[in-house]
Structures are given as C-alpha cells and as structure tokens.
C-alpha cells in the first residue's frame, strides 16, 4: 500500500491550508485512516482519524479548526487546516490501519504511530507568526 500526501505548505498565523493523502489500495473494507504531525525534536503525534463508518476523531488541540474527511471514490483522505498556529508546524504524515479491530478503536484517539501499518512519506506545514 503506498500513501502519498501532498498540500503542505507556508501560510501566516490564521490562514488555512488543505492536505491530502492518496491511498494506492484498500486491503480491507474496515479500516482506520489518520492524520499524525511530527514537530523537530518531538514525537510523532496523532492530529485526527476517520474510520470507514466515518467517526472522527480529533486532538484537543485541534478541535474546532481541523476537518479530516475522506472521498472512497478518490480513494483519498483530506485533512482542512483553518485557523493556523506557529505551534501547528510540523510534518504531516498519513497512515493506515487495517481490519475491524483498527475500524472500531479509530474513534477513541489512544493510538500511537505503532498501531499504523501503512505511512505516507510526509508533507511540511509551517506557519509563520
């Protein structure tokens, strides 16, 4: 499975910003797709999830200005970034999951990137005060 991002970007303090992420194949009907940013010298965190039953989950941190969706006939997953903080610097990863487990866990946000079988390359955020 090969996941591509791409939409990252440099914006201002309040702009916003829309990162995808291709998924190449689905190797099953159930699964759970993320968002996970990662800043210099800090862990890789996880930003959002949407399973396939479509529950979301987002961080705390992002709640309110974040959107992650997903279009099946695209096989792509969206991540729309409004409201914009120098703090939301990082890079952007995608990753998979797959199975009914991973589907029905997706919505709590306890993963860590372990849970994650299947990661895009990463797409760079950085926003400037």
């Known amino acids: 499975v090969r996941l591509v991002e791409s939409g990252g970007g440099s914006v201002q303090a309040g702009g916003s910003l829309r990162l995808s992420c291709v998924i190449s194949?689905?190797?099953?009907?159930?699964?759970?797709m993320s968002w996970f940013h990662q800043a210099p010298g800090k862990e890789r965190e996880l930003v959002s999830t949407?399973?396939?039953?479509?529950?979301?989950y987002y961080s705390d941190s992002v709640k309110g200005r974040f959107t992650i969706s997903r279009d099946n006939a695209n096989d792509t997953i969206y991540l729309e970034m409004k409201k914009l903080k120098p703090e939301d610097t990082a890079m952007y990863y995608c990753?998979?999951?797959?199975?009914?487990?991973?589907?029905?866990?997706?919505?709590?946000?306890?993963?860590?990137?372990?849970?994650?079988?299947?990661w895009g390359q990463g797409t760079q955020v950085t926003v400037s005060s």
């Open positions: 990753a998979a999951a797959w199975g009914l487990d991973r589907m029905v866990e997706c919505p709590a946000g306890r993963q860590t990137r372990g849970d994650f079988p299947d």
């Open positions: 194949e689905r190797k099953s009907r159930y699964y759970c």
């Open positions: 949407i399973s396939s039953r479509d529950f979301e």
